[in-house]
């Protein structure tokens, strides 16, 4: 049989468990809505291997797994109901009471609240430290930490981490690596290669990209590390619904492209705003004047188009009267979705060190799959109004 060539990332997505045969032509896997599942003979509901209950997927969960398997190079992916739920399973399965987990002042703030509230209940001691920490990070291991919470760059905040210095440290200690890697789509930054054990995607953002349905998926390269992590859901009942789970894997197809686009939208935004008057920082590793740029190149192939930038304007309302000045940006949680969207941050800016002290009052923009000029247009509009 003659080899075939080795086939890009676009292309496996496109051909991602396409199997027209089995399904009558249809180009893709069927929704098959299913909690029982009949057996043909009565040894076979008890069988290992033997799918007999919906609630471990059908063919759909299973050609998404493949697929998010192949862009980040896992070797195993449970899916869930929701990005969150993605980060608590991964927290849950990873730490025992007694144990010391730290984690980055920059987490997605529900991730921020899971750790204080229910980790902490059962015993595990939270810590948090500098997203920008580099090799000091060393002094922070104890004994006991188990594991370490990243995500780069940081919600809000965009702050790049070092996550291969910060991996290497936490291994050589004995611990593991959680990241969330949700901002590149896992396109962008391959986890694995880089020393993290656990990936984390909120497939809500842009593998599902039309701001329709909430998913997320816990990776890993380590198959025994899967194993338990798909326990651990099957344990607390965990289940992606068949359309959902549909609905992101029809996302997948598309995903290079839209991502290129948001891409290339939001450093066109985002160069704007950096040079215009009433801006005093943007937050955009990709752009060279940030702080993060040089880790980011180091990295990442790509950006995501969400960012953040902090207005020259200390007033109370500066944010908020911008913001309702803006005609083609919804204002709205989440992101990655086909449409602009834009939050101020202050009011859930949530940290332990005081990093934040000279931050000038923050919004952050998901740049949608508008014409960039049309978003710089209403940006500036509503800038004017200050
Ligand atoms: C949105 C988000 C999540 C949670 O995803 P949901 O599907 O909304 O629960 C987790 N991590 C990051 C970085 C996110 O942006």
């Known amino acids: 049989m003659t080899q075939r060539p080795p086939r890009n990332l676009p292309t496996r997505l496109v051909q991602a468990g396409r199997k027209p045969g089995a399904y009558e032509g249809a180009v893709n896997p069927p929704i098959q809505r299913a909690s029982t599942i009949?057996?043909?003979?009565?040894?076979?509901?008890?069988?290992?291997?033997?799918?007999?209950?919906?609630?471990?997927?059908?063919?759909?969960?299973?050609?998404?797994?493949?697929?998010?398997?192949?862009?980040?190079?896992?070797?195993?992916?449970?899916?869930?109901?929701?990005?969150?739920?993605?980060?608590?399973?991964?927290?849950?399965?990873?730490?025992?009471?007694?144990?010391?987990?730290?984690?980055?002042?920059?987490?997605?703030?529900?991730?921020?609240?899971?750790?204080?509230?229910?980790?902490?209940?059962?015993?595990?001691?939270?810590?948090?430290?500098?997203?920008?920490?580099?090799?000091d990070f060393h002094t922070l291991l104890r004994?006991?930490?188990?594991?370490?919470?990243?995500?780069?760059?940081?919600?809000?905040?965009?702050e790049m981490q070092d996550v291969g210095l910060i991996a290497g440290l936490a291994k050589a200690a004995g611990a593991r690596v959680m990241l969330d890697n949700t901002w590149s789509a896992g396109l962008?930054?391959?986890?694995?290669?880089?020393?993290?054990?656990?990936s984390i995607q909120a497939l809500t953002k842009y593998q599902a990209g039309h701001s329709d349905v909430l998913a997320g998926a816990v990776l890993t390269a380590d198959e025994r590390l899967g194993k338990k992590l798909s326990e651990t859901a099957k344990n607390w009942g965990f289940a992606?619904?068949?359309?959902?789970?549909?609905?992101?894997?029809?996302g997948l197809r598309s995903l290079p492209v839209r991502l290129a686009q948001h891409d290339a939208n939001g450093r066109k935004v985002g160069a704007f705003l950096a040079q215009r008057d009433g801006i005093r920082r943007v937050r955009h590793p990709a752009l060279p004047g940030d702080p993060g740029h040089a880790l980011w190149k180091r990295d990442f192939t790509g950006a995501a188009g969400v960012f953040a930038f902090e207005l020259d304007d200390d007033r109370a309302d500066s944010a908020d009267r911008?913001?309702?000045?803006?005609t083609l940006f919804g204002l709205g949680f989440s992101w990655g979705g086909y449409e602009s969207l834009a939050i101020p941050c202050d009011p859930q800016l949530d940290r332990t060190l005081p990093a934040l002290t000279d931050c000038g009052?923050?919004?952050?923009?998901?740049?949608?799959?508008?014409?960039a000029d049309d978003l710089i247009a209403d940006l500036d509009q509503a800038l004017a109004t200050l």
Do not use: W
């Open 240 to 250: 992606l619904a068949p359309e959902d789970a549909y609905l992101v894997l029809r």
């Open 361 to 371: 009052p923050l919004i952050r923009l998901s740049i949608g799959l508008e014409d």
């Open 188 to 198: 962008y930054f391959p986890p694995f290669g880089h020393g993290v054990d656990v």
């Open 143 to 158: 004994a006991n930490t188990s594991l370490v919470v990243l995500e780069t760059p940081g919600s809000l905040t965009f």
């Open 322 to 326: 911008v913001l309702s000045a803006l």
């Open 38 to 135: 009949l057996a043909q003979d009565p040894i076979d509901l008890y069988k290992p291997g033997v799918n007999t209950y919906g609630i471990h997927g059908m063919a759909v969960h299973d050609v998404l797994k493949e697929a998010l398997c192949d862009i980040e190079g896992a070797a195993a992916c449970t899916l869930v109901p929701s990005g969150l739920a993605a980060c608590t399973l991964a927290l849950f399965a990873l730490t025992s009471p007694n144990e010391h987990v730290l984690v980055t002042d920059s987490v997605y703030g529900p991730t921020r609240r899971f750790c204080d509230r229910e980790l902490a209940a059962r015993g595990i001691h939270v810590e948090y430290f500098a997203p920008t920490i580099g090799a």
